[in-house]
């Protein structure tokens, strides 16, 4: 076998073990009332938070649709 598939196949196991004991170790404590962030979330805007999140997604996502236009429109032309 060859040895980085060895490695990665070793650091999978590694892994699946260190959450299963942590999921034995810490399993119990999901069950106890966790912190209250109520007053945290409550400050939260939602409607600012979402426009946000789509004006970044818009200035990533126009750029490349134009780019896109421009060719298919050249590609037109060039007929």
Same mark, same amino acid.
Do not use: Q
């Given at each position: 076998?060859?040895?980085?598939?060895?490695?990665?196949?070793?650091?999978?196991?590694?892994?699946?073990?260190?959450?299963?004991?942590?999921? &034995?170790?810490?399993?119990?404590? /999901? %069950?106890?009332?966790? =912190?209250?962030?109520? #007053?945290?979330?409550?400050? +939260? *805007? $939602?409607?600012?938070?979402?426009? &946000?999140?789509?004006?970044?997604? /818009? %200035?990533?996502?126009? =750029?490349?649709?134009? #780019?896109?236009?421009?060719? +298919? *429109? $050249?590609?037109?032309?060039?007929?």
């Amino acid at each position: 076998m060859n040895k980085s598939v060895s490695r990665l196949a070793n650091a999978r196991v590694a892994l699946v073990a260190a959450l299963a004991g942590a999921g &034995a170790t810490f399993g119990p404590l /999901a %069950l106890a009332d966790g =912190p209250d962030f109520s #007053s945290l979330t409550e400050s +939260v *805007i $939602l409607t600012g938070v979402t426009t &946000a999140i789509l004006a970044v997604a /818009a %200035l990533k996502a126009v =750029p490349a649709i134009a #780019s896109y236009g421009a060719r +298919v *429109i $050249l590609g037109f032309i060039k007929r």
